[in-house]
């Protein structure tokens, strides 16, 4: 069993920074990837970024490219996600995840999910 916390969100302007973790604990596998998900109010849960295992595959929505950066820590078992240039339309619950084997866009593919953090983009 695998367990995720996420912290790091809170209220924040528009043009400014925020670092999201996401500590793991329990038993993984060798192979798997971990990704950033976000949910806003009335909208689907969506892919934000995902990593695989070694770190050498990285995925980015659109609208995130050049603004977010992500990273796994293998030894600590810690995720991050490095918000730069926010935006009021980042504004969402943040999620991290985790499956076995290779990422994936699709949330339906992730085994576990942390409770989620709060973040807030104001204009």
């Known amino acids: 069993q695998v367990q995720l916390a996420e912290s790091g969100g809170r209220l924040v302007q528009a043009g400014g920074s925020l670092r999201l973790s996401c500590a793991a604990s329990?038993?993984?596998?060798?192979?798997?990837?971990m990704g950033w998900f976000r949910q806003a109010p009335g909208k689907e849960r969506e892919v934000v970024a995902a990593i695989n295992w070694s770190g050498d595959t990285t995925y980015y929505r659109d609208s995130v490219k050049g603004r977010f950066s992500i990273s796994l820590d293998n030894i600590k078992n810690t995720l991050a996600l490095q918000m730069n240039s926010l935006k009021p339309e980042d504004t969402a619950v943040y999620y991290c995840?985790?499956?076995?084997?290779?990422?994936?866009?699709?949330?339906?593919?992730?085994?576990?999910w942390g409770q989620g953090t709060q973040v807030t983009v104001s204009s």
């Open positions: 329990g038993r993984t596998f060798s192979t798997y990837a």
């Open positions: 995840a985790l499956k076995y084997g290779d990422w994936s866009p699709t949330y339906l593919r992730y085994d576990y």
